[in-house]
């Protein structure tokens, strides 16, 4: 009772607003405030009494679970209100908030992100490497190129014999590294550089420019064969041919009368090594040529071949399909095959005759005249059997850029690529083909380009034909 006297003026001024005095009044129960005070004071003890009962019970109390109603329980006014009950959450799953409401660290980011990170650092310093190299070269261009003009002007008379002058060996077209058994690896590795410089796409588009007899001069492995047009030579069933024949022509905007397919291949090589990879690729790529195609020739076969090779200078090293697909061993200095005799048709001299050979109606050749000793005895021999205006001579080619400071690099690296590939690349290609289009009777130069970006100009893309008013008609010399 003592304690509760201490403490009730305090918990009575603080409810009754007002101070609240025990004295006399209190201990006698007179006064006329006395009976106020102490109805206050009852109502004060009952309510806090009747709360703190109440605080109790609601401590003791379980929780009540969350009872989910259906949708269609619930009153229509409350239906949009209802959506899907939510899954209750994981312990893990308020850390997994947290962290993704806070910024990743900056070890962290690159953990994630290391590799496209490493990338971009690599391709910026590459870039600006190969940027500064150029603009440092380009201010030591003026008198590198000084001094290729006057060596060009003072062998302007002969190239071919400023070739053989400046050049310490003379390519043979075969390749000095290249044998039997590194013709595979050889071919292989050209795969990524030529895709990564757009030459891959060049060939491709040098391929479907090809129609009717087809001549393709230094061959090589064959590497322009996955992208002709074989339907013809292979016998293809007619209906597919009829419908790949008029979406040729109506991509390439051809008259009715023009052909869109070769009717005949024939391609040349000096090397029987690369023309053994060559062989495997028409077996492969050519349609059916894997039941009529063995997968290598016989030891008996090759020996046979090269003795023929070193009687004639030639020889006949594939023959199928009626002599519409050809391969042959030769040196291109000394003549070029004419185009095989195929059956016709002509109401005149019955159903079938056999057309005597003329002239091919396209002549191909990728990065031939670096592999030459005479590149305008090789422009020259195919002019001999291109067909007169209609023909098409398509070059793919590499040399002498126009920036002086590539041409110093060029020269610098020529001696080990030729020990490589057997071609110089730092010939002034251009140079050749116009002088020879000025010495060689009916050659004309329709047009030269320099594809590509990456290549500085030393990619030429180049295409002659003959014209109609050729003086000189020297046969071709034709394999038998």
Same mark, same amino acid.
């Given at each position: 009772?003592?304690?509760?006297?201490?403490?009730?003026?305090?918990?009575?001024?603080?409810?009754?607003?007002?101070?609240?005095?025990?004295?006399?009044?209190?201990?006698?129960?007179?006064?006329?405030?006395?009976?106020?005070?102490?109805?206050?004071?009852?109502?004060?003890?009952?309510?806090?009494?009747?709360?703190?009962?109440?605080?109790?019970?609601?401590?003791?109390?379980?929780?009540?679970?969350?009872?989910?109603?259906?949708?269609?329980?619930?009153?229509?006014?409350?239906?949009?209100?209802?959506?899907?009950?939510?899954?209750?959450?994981?312990?893990?799953?308020?850390?997994?908030?947290?962290?993704?409401?806070?910024?990743?660290?900056?070890?962290?980011?690159?953990?994630?992100?290391?590799?496209?990170?490493?990338?971009?650092?690599?391709?910026?310093?590459?870039?600006?490497?190969?940027?500064?190299?150029?603009?440092?070269?380009?201010?030591?261009?003026?008198?590198?190129?000084?001094?290729?003009?006057?060596?060009?002007?003072?062998?302007?008379?002969?190239?071919?014999?400023?070739?053989?002058?400046?050049?310490?060996?003379?390519?043979?077209?075969?390749?000095?590294?290249?044998?039997?058994?590194?013709?595979?690896?050889?071919?292989?590795?050209?795969?990524?550089?030529?895709?990564?410089?757009?030459?891959?796409?060049?060939?491709?588009?040098?391929?479907?420019?090809?129609?009717?007899?087809?001549?393709?001069?230094?061959?090589?492995?064959?590497?322009?064969?996955?992208?002709?047009?074989?339907?013809?030579?292979?016998?293809?069933?007619?209906?597919?041919?009829?419908?790949?024949?008029?979406?040729?022509?109506?991509?390439?905007?051809?008259?009715?009368?023009?052909?869109?397919?070769?009717?005949?291949?024939?391609?040349?090589?000096?090397?029987?090594?690369?023309?053994?990879?060559?062989?495997?690729?028409?077996?492969?790529?050519?349609?059916?040529? #894997?039941? *009529? /195609?063995?997968?290598?020739?016989?030891?008996?076969?090759? @020996?046979? =071949?090269?003795?023929?090779?070193? %009687?004639? !200078?030639?020889?006949?090293?594939?023959?199928?399909?009626?002599?519409?697909?050809?391969?042959?061993?030769?040196?291109?200095?000394?003549?070029?095959?004419?185009?095989?005799?195929?059956?016709?048709?002509?109401?005149?001299?019955?159903?079938?005759?056999?057309?005597?050979?003329?002239?091919?109606?396209?002549?191909?050749?990728?990065?031939?005249?670096?592999?030459?000793?005479?590149? #305008?005895? *090789? /422009?020259?021999?195919?002019?001999?059997?291109?067909?007169? @205006?209609? =023909?098409?001579?398509?070059?793919? %080619?590499? !040399?002498?850029?126009?920036?002086?400071?590539?041409n110093n690099v060029l020269d610098k690296l020529a001696p080990s690529h030729f020990q490589r590939f057997g071609c110089w690349w730092n010939r002034d290609i251009e140079r050749i083909v116009r002088d020879a289009a000025s010495e060689v009777p009916g050659l004309e130069v329709v047009s030269i380009k320099r594809p590509g970006v990456l290549q500085a100009g030393t990619t030429l893309l180049i295409? *002659?034909?003959?014209?109609?008013?050729?003086?000189?008609?020297?046969?071709?010399?034709?394999?038998?």
């Amino acid at each position: 009772m003592c304690a509760m006297r201490q403490k009730l003026p305090c918990s009575l001024s603080t409810v009754l607003g007002r101070p609240v005095a025990l004295g006399s009044e209190l201990r006698t129960g007179t006064g006329s405030g006395f009976l106020s005070y102490k109805s206050d004071f009852l109502s004060f003890f009952q309510r806090h009494i009747h709360q703190s009962r109440a605080n109790s019970k609601k401590a003791q109390r379980p929780a009540r679970p969350i009872v989910v109603t259906k949708t269609q329980d619930l009153p229509p006014a409350l239906k949009h209100r209802a959506g899907k009950p939510k899954p209750s959450p994981s312990p893990e799953e308020p850390a997994k908030n947290e962290k993704q409401d806070k910024r990743e660290p900056l070890p962290e980011l690159f953990r994630k992100y290391r590799y496209p990170f490493v990338g971009s650092i690599v391709a910026g310093s590459l870039f600006m490497a190969y940027a500064s190299y150029l603009i440092t070269a380009f201010v030591q261009t003026s008198s590198s190129a000084a001094c290729c003009s006057a060596h060009h002007t003072a062998a302007q008379d002969d190239y071919d014999e400023t070739l053989r002058q400046t050049e310490p060996a003379q390519p043979t077209g075969l390749p000095p590294t290249i044998s039997r058994a590194t013709a595979s690896e050889f071919d292989t590795g050209l795969d990524w550089p030529e895709w990564l410089m757009g030459v891959t796409k060049i060939r491709q588009s040098l391929a479907a420019e090809c129609r009717g007899d087809v001549l393709e001069v230094a061959v090589g492995t064959g590497r322009n064969f996955k992208f002709y047009d074989w339907d013809d030579i292979a016998d293809v069933d007619p209906n597919l041919r009829v419908v790949r024949r008029l979406e040729k022509r109506r991509d390439m905007k051809l008259a009715r009368d023009q052909e869109v397919e070769m009717t005949s291949y024939t391609g040349v090589d000096v090397s029987a090594d690369v023309l053994e990879i060559a062989r495997t690729r028409i077996r492969t790529l050519v349609p059916g040529m #894997k039941t *009529l /195609l063995r997968k290598g020739r016989t030891k008996e076969e090759e @020996e046979a =071949g090269n003795a023929q090779f070193r %009687e004639a !200078g030639f020889e006949e090293f594939l023959n199928l399909q009626g002599d519409k697909l050809r391969l042959v061993r030769a040196d291109v200095h000394n003549g070029l095959p004419l185009p095989p005799s195929l059956p016709v048709d002509s109401e005149a001299s019955g159903p079938t005759r056999m057309e005597e050979p003329t002239r091919y109606d396209v002549i191909v050749q990728t990065f031939g005249l670096c592999s030459v000793s005479s590149p #305008k005895r *090789l /422009l020259a021999n195919m002019a001999d059997v291109l067909k007169p @205006e209609t =023909g098409r001579m398509l070059l793919l %080619e590499h !040399g002498r850029g126009n920036w002086g400071f590539v041409n110093n690099v060029l020269d610098k690296l020529a001696p080990s690529h030729f020990q490589r590939f057997g071609c110089w690349w730092n010939r002034d290609i251009e140079r050749i083909v116009r002088d020879a289009a000025s010495e060689v009777p009916g050659l004309e130069v329709v047009s030269i380009k320099r594809p590509g970006v990456l290549q500085a100009g030393t990619t030429l893309l180049i295409e *002659l034909r003959v014209r109609s008013d050729r003086a000189k008609d020297v046969p071709a010399a034709k394999p038998t």
